[in-house]
């Protein structure tokens, strides 16, 4: 069965990285195309970046140079590095991906920007 893990999130403080990993099982980002969303408490999911399995990627504005996605050469895990960090890109952080026509999702993982 598929399925999304992500990892990497913690408590920082504004200005500092933090890179955030999702591994994929049964499931290579070699040949699908995965987003990050992101959602604080009260608030609507936001889209984060995109990677297609062609390796292109595409950011919101609102993290445009400062996230970078990567991605390892076997296709199995796929990164977010967030570099400059700010108080508003606090928030559960998800990886996704659609696979045979099925949106699957990670259960997330926390990430708090403070000062």
């Known amino acids: 069965q598929v399925q999304l893990v992500e990892s990497g999130g913690d408590f920082i403080q504004a200005g500092g990285s933090l890179r955030l990993s999702c591994i994929g099982h049964?499931?290579?980002?070699?040949?699908?195309?995965m987003d990050w969303y992101r959602q604080a408490p009260g608030m609507q999911r936001e889209w984060v970046a995109g990677?297609?399995?062609?390796?292109?990627?595409d950011y919101a504005e609102s993290v445009k140079g400062r996230f970078t996605v990567a991605r390892d050469k076997d296709g199995a895990t796929v990164y977010l590095e967030m570099n400059s960090l700010k108080p508003e890109d606090t928030g559960v952080y998800y990886c996704?991906?659609?696979?045979?026509?099925?949106?699957?999702w990670g259960q997330g993982t926390q990430v708090t920007v403070s000062s």
């Open positions: 996704t991906s659609m696979i045979r026509g099925y949106d699957y």
């Open positions: 049964g499931i290579l980002f070699t040949n699908n195309d």
């Open positions: 990677l297609t399995s062609y390796g292109s990627t």
